[in-house]
């Protein structure tokens, strides 16, 4: 999504460089969109969800964790080369191997989450954007940085834009405002992923 809006972007901008659109009639506006994430406080309830699934998640491994280490106390009990100390030595492995494979789901648990909530984060700014820019009359809404991980960021998208393009500061007090006004709405996609059958 991210990438074909930059595409879009990249294209309206060579279009108007070369004059397929009509400079004086195209009202272009400008966004930091990093500021714009940064500043939405919906933001801070999505993170102290995410913190408290991982604590949450947390807890069931350090649970796990205690019985494998109580289970390994209790085997020192046994006398080594012993059928119980065998099938109770099989056990503690089980168990080793579950608690290891409990902490990679509740990684990749976690990581789905966090990536499904700055999605739909992401998702309440661009539409914010939109209506702010066609309430407003723009044809055109840059950001001023791009980040993308592999290459470290963020870049500079726009070099130079006078202030009177830069629409950041409306655009964060408007989502600011929608997201106080609507104190019932969940904070985003933040839930327990399906189990996999």
Not at 16 to 26: M, Q, R, S
């Amino acid at each position: 999504m991210r990438k074909r809006r930059m595409f879009v972007g990249g294209m309206a901008l060579a279009a108007l460089a070369a004059g397929a659109l009509p400079a004086a009639d195209t009202k272009i506006a400008v966004l930091d969109l990093q500021r714009t994430m940064l500043s939405y406080e919906r933001r801070d309830a999505v993170r102290a969800e995410l913190d408290r699934k991982k604590q949450e998640m947390s807890a069931k491994i350090a649970e796990l964790e205690a019985s494998l280490k109580s289970g390994q106390s209790d085997l020192e009990t046994l006398k080594p080369g012993t059928e119980s100390y065998r099938e109770f030595q099989l056990k503690l492995i089980e168990l080793e191997a579950s608690v290891e494979t409990q902490r990679r789901r509740f990684e990749l648990e976690l990581e789905l989450l966090q990536r499904s909530s700055m999605q739909a984060l992401f998702e309440d700014v661009s539409n914010e954007v939109e209506a702010y820019a066609k309430e407003n009359g723009f044809d055109l809404v840059l950001t001023k940085f791009f980040g993308d991980a592999r290459i470290g960021g963020p870049h500079p998208m726009v070099l130079f834009a006078a202030p009177r393009f830069d629409i950041t500061a409306p655009v964060i007090a408007r989502l600011n405002a929608k997201a106080a006004a609507d104190t019932s709405r969940p904070v985003g996609p933040v839930r327990t992923v399906p189990k996999r059958p």
